[in-house]
């Protein structure tokens, strides 16, 4: 459903025409304006809203896409469950004073086949590509599209997905997009657990055992900051999620030449992912 483009009646608008996304961008940048474009798959939280704060602070114009994505998931992932909301997703991207919202469907973003010439680089390399090798091949196809689309001048993505942000950044430079990649710091909540859609999947019992990680995470990290070996505080960050209810963890790795320690792990059928610096905060 596509509203009728006329600003002065709403302060939001929405649109699932490409067309018209592009062309209310390229209206808004002939009026001299700058766009930041803010990439995500629904099921809108506090993290969601820190990303278009940041989006708003960058930029004059923020448009937000919401598509939950079919080719970063594998067949035997999440999504047809994945939490959807759209009208609660709304209302909350109209009160952060978001111009525009895309809503595309899977015909919009994927016309003549989901197959993509652009695939993910070396950054894509190890962590998550061990566990989910479709993800980042998915997330840049669906970017680019996505990029191609709205045509911003900045897009801003959560930290929480690190591996993503290095990876969605290296795809830019590699097709020499004229857009700035902006990280936006991890949103955690009163106990540290990094916000994500899939901390809904959680039963209270799940939640208590989730705030673990940060803890398991915080602790390596501050270990290695502090000069302890890497590999030893990694696999002593894994055995105390384990020890404190993580069904399995995928990896707690220290990458060096991204300064951070990186998490996965698992808590019944939900994947938390998480990181930290290993370099002092300013
Ligand atoms: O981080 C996400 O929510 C997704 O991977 C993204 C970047 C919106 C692509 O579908």
């Given at each position: 459903?596509?509203?009728?483009?006329n600003?002065?009646?709403?302060?939001?608008?929405?649109?699932?025409?490409?067309?018209?996304?592009?062309?209310?961008?390229?209206?808004?940048?002939?009026?001299?304006?700058?766009?930041?474009?803010?990439?995500?798959?629904?099921?809108?939280?506090?993290?969601?809203?820190?990303?278009?704060?940041?989006?708003?602070?960058a930029?004059?114009?923020?448009?937000?896409?919401?598509?939950?994505?079919?080719?970063?998931?594998?067949?035997?992932?999440?999504?047809d469950?994945?939490?959807?909301?759209?009208?609660?997703?709304l209302?909350?991207?109209?009160?952060a004073?978001?111009?525009?919202v895309?809503?595309?469907?899977?015909?919009?973003m994927?016309?003549?086949?989901?197959?993509?010439?652009?695939?993910?680089?070396?950054?894509?390399k190890?962590?998550?590509?061990?566990f989910?090798?479709?993800?980042?091949?998915?997330?840049?196809?669906?970017?680019?599209?996505?990029?191609?689309?709205?045509?911003?001048?900045?897009?801003?993505?959560?930290?929480?997905?690190?591996?993503?942000?290095?990876?969605?950044?290296?795809?830019?430079?590699a097709q020499?997009?004229?857009i700035?990649?902006?990280?936006?710091?991890?949103?955690?909540?009163?106990?540290?657990?990094?916000?994500?859609?899939?901390?809904?999947?959680?039963?209270?019992?799940?939640?208590?055992?989730?705030?673990?990680?940060?803890q398991?995470?915080?602790?390596?990290?501050?270990?290695i900051?502090?000069?302890?070996?890497?590999?030893?505080?990694c696999?002593?960050?894994?055995?105390?999620?384990?020890?404190?209810?993580?069904?399995?963890?995928?990896?707690?790795?220290?990458?060096?030449?991204?300064?951070?320690?990186?998490?996965?792990?698992?808590?019944?059928?939900?994947?938390l992912?998480?990181?930290?610096?290993?370099?002092?905060?300013t």
């Open positions: 459903m596509s509203q009728t483009f600003p002065s009646d709403i302060a939001m608008l929405r649109t699932d025409k490409r067309a018209s996304l592009t062309e209310t961008v390229q209206r808004w940048k002939s009026d001299g304006d700058s766009v930041a474009l803010v990439p995500t798959m629904g099921a809108l939280h506090e993290g969601h809203l820190s990303l278009v704060r940041l989006a708003l602070k930029a004059d114009r923020c448009v937000v896409s919401i598509f939950v994505n079919p080719t970063q998931f594998a067949p035997h992932e999440d999504f469950s994945y939490p959807r909301d759209i009208s609660a997703d209302q909350l991207l109209q009160s004073g978001v111009d525009l895309y809503t595309p469907d899977e015909a919009d994927y016309p003549s086949g989901k197959d993509s010439a652009i695939k993910a680089g070396a950054a894509a190890g962590l998550e590509t061990d989910r090798p479709h993800f980042f091949d998915g997330v840049v196809n669906v970017v680019h599209r996505l990029f191609d689309h709205a045509q911003p001048d900045l897009a801003v993505f959560g930290e929480k997905d690190y591996q993503q942000l290095m990876v969605i950044d290296e795809m830019v430079q020499s997009l004229p700035e990649i902006t990280g936006a710091p991890i949103a955690r909540d009163a106990h540290g657990l990094a916000l994500s859609s899939r901390n809904a999947y959680l039963s209270a019992e799940e939640l208590e055992i989730a705030r673990m990680l940060n398991a995470l915080y602790k390596a990290a501050q270990d900051q502090g000069g302890a070996d890497a590999d030893a505080a696999d002593e960050a894994s055995a105390l999620l384990l020890n404190c209810g993580f069904d399995k963890v995928d990896y707690v790795s220290y990458k060096p030449e991204w300064n951070r320690v990186l998490i996965a792990a698992h808590i019944g059928k939900t994947r992912i998480d990181n930290a610096p290993t370099t002092p905060s």
